[in-house]
C-alpha cells in the first residue's frame, strides 16, 4: 500500500471517527432534552398534586373543625331543648338538634370511610379506633345519647336527668381533647407529605440542574467550542493564501485600511513595498507550474523570515505581493527591499520530480503612505508605478517612488506593465 492510499485511508477513518463523535454528541443532546422533559413534566405533575392535595386537605381540616363547633353545638342544642316547654320552640329546637346529630354523624364518617390520603387515613386510626383514644366510640356513643335525647318529650327531661348527664358528660373535655387531637394529627400528615412532595421537587430541580450541567460539559461546551473553532478557521481561510499561508488581498487591504485610519489621525510613517516574480511565466512555461509554486512559496518564506512581526505581508494575486512596513520612514524601507532582494536572489528551488535547481528574482517598488492620500489604493498605485518601473529598467532591482513624482501617465503606465511578465 502506498503512502498516497495510506493518507486516504487515514482520512476516511479520521473522517468517520468525527461523524460518530458528532452523532454520540446529538444523541447525549437528544437524551439530555428528553431527561429534562421527563424532570419538568414530574414536577408539573407533582405541582398540580400539591395544589390538589391542599384543596383536599383543607376541606378535610374544614370537616375537623366543622365537627368539632357541631358537638358544641349539639351540647347547646340539648340544653335549650331540656329547658324548653311544650310547643312551638321545643319542636323547633328538636329539628335543631337532629340536623346537627345527623351532620355530625355524616362528617364522622365521611372522615373515616373516605379519607383524602393514606396518611389521613393512618391519622385517623390512631386517633378514632387505638385504645388510648376510641373517638370512634365516644363520637358514636355521644351522638346516639343525643338522638335518644331528641326522641323523648322536652317536659320529660330536666338538666339533672341521667341522659342530660350522660351528654354532659361525653362532650366534657376528653371529647373535646380527642377531637383537637385528630385535627393536629391532620395537619401533621398534611405537613409531613407537603415536606415529602417539597423534597421531591427539589430532587427533580437538583436533576434538572444537573442535566443541564452535565448538558453544557459534554455538549454544549464541544459544540460551543467546536463551532468558535470552525469560525476561526473559515475566517483564516477567507484571509489566508491557501499555497502560501500568508494573508491574502482581503486581509491585506484590510490592515492597509486600518493602517491609513492610523496615518490620518496620528501622522505616524508608514512604507509601502509591492513585489513581483521576474519572469514568472517563463518559469511555469519551462519547469511547469509545480516548480512554479514552489518558487512562490519559497519567496514567502523568505520575506516573512526577514520582516518585522508588525510588518504585514500578503499576496495580492498571481506572483505579485506586497509588504506594509509600519513606523518605517522610505529610506529604511528601500533598505529592507534591497535586502529582501538580495535574499530572494541567493535562493533556489528544484525543480518539481528532478533535481535541476531553479533561481530566480524580484522586482521591487516601494512607496511611503501618505495622510494625504485619498486611500491607501493612492500608495498602491504608486508602488506599482515604481515596480513597473523596475522591471522596464532590466528587473531584479529596488525602484522607489516619491509623492512628488506623481502618477505616470496612462501611456507609460501601459508600456511599464509590459515588463511585468
Not at 381540616?61 to 357541631?70: D, M, P, V
Not at 328538636?94 to 340536623?99: F, G, I, N, V, W
Request: include cysteine; hydrophobic fraction near 40%; charge should be neutral.
Amino acid at each position: 500500500m502506498d503512502a498516497q492510499t495510506q493518507g486516504s485511508g487515514s482520512g476516511r477513518r479520521a473522517g468517520l471517527a468525527a461523524i460518530n463523535r458528532d452523532k454520540r454528541k446529538v444523541a447525549g443532546y437528544v437524551i439530555g432534552l428528553l431527561l429534562i422533559a421527563v424532570a419538568i413534566t414530574c414536577s408539573h405533575l407533582i405541582i398540580d398534586y400539591l395544589i390538589a392535595r391542599n384543596k383536599q386537605d383543607q376541606q378535610t381540616i374544614h370537616l375537623g373543625y366543622q365537627q368539632n363547633i357541631l358537638a358544641q353545638r349539639i351540647n347547646q342544642l340539648a340544653y335549650r331543648y331540656i329547658l324548653a316547654s311544650r310547643g312551638y320552640e321545643a319542636g323547633v329546637t328538636r329539628e335543631l338538634l337532629r340536623e346537627a346529630v345527623d351532620e355530625m354523624y355524616r362528617l364522622h364518617l365521611g372522615l373515616l370511610h373516605h379519607p383524602p390520603s393514606a396518611e389521613y387515613a393512618a391519622a385517623a386510626d390512631a386517633i378514632y379506633f387505638d385504645a388510648r383514644h376510641e373517638l370512634d366510640l365516644k363520637i358514636r356513643t355521644y351522638l346516639s345519647a343525643a338522638r335518644e335525647l331528641a326522641e323523648k318529650p322536652a317536659d320529660l327531661l330536666t338538666p339533672s336527668s341521667p341522659l342530660a348527664r350522660f351528654l354532659q358528660r361525653h362532650n366534657s373535655e376528653a371529647l373535646q381533647q380527642g377531637l383537637n387531637l385528630a385535627l393536629e394529627r391532620y395537619k401533621t400528615a398534611d405537613d409531613q407529605a407537603v415536606q415529602q412532595l417539597r423534597i421531591i421537587l427539589w430532587g427533580l430541580f437538583l436533576a434538572v440542574l444537573l442535566v443541564l450541567i452535565l448538558e453544557w460539559r459534554f455538549v454544549f461546551h464541544p459544540i460551543f467550542y467546536g463551532l468558535l473553532k470552525r469560525a476561526d478557521d473559515y475566517r483564516n481561510q477567507a484571509h489566508t493564501d491557501p499555497l502560501t499561508g500568508c494573508f491574502n488581498r482581503r486581509r491585506f487591504m484590510l490592515a492597509a485600511d486600518e493602517t491609513f485610519q492610523s496615518i490620518q489621525q496620528t501622522s505616524k510613517s508608514c512604507t509601502l513595498l509591492m513585489l513581483d516574480i521576474d519572469r514568472f511565466k517563463w518559469i511555469n512555461d519551462h519547469f511547469g507550474h509545480c516548480t512554479g509554486d514552489e518558487v512562490i512559496q519559497a519567496l514567502v518564506d523568505s520575506c516573512l523570515g526577514n520582516l518585522r512581526k508588525n510588518d504585514v505581508f500578503g499576496r495580492l494575486g498571481g506572483e505579485e505581493f506586497a509588504v506594509m512596513l509600519r513606523d518605517t520612514t522610505l529610506d529604511q524601507a528601500e533598505r529592507v527591499a534591497e535586502s529582501l532582494r538580495q535574499k530572494v536572489k541567493a535562493l533556489d528551488v528544484a525543480q518539481y520530480d528532478s533535481e535541476t535547481r531553479v533561481s530566480f528574482t524580484v522586482s521591487i517598488g516601494v512607496t511611503s503612505m501618505l495622510s494625504c492620500d485619498r486611500s491607501p489604493m493612492d500608495a498602491i498605485h504608486r508602488a506599482d508605478i515604481a515596480l513597473y518601473q523596475a522591471k522596464a529598467e532590466g528587473r531584479n532591482r529596488v525602484v522607489v517612488s516619491t509623492h512628488e513624482q506623481g502618477a505616470a501617465p496612462a501611456g507609460d503606465l501601459d508600456r511599464l506593465s509590459a515588463f511585468s511578465a
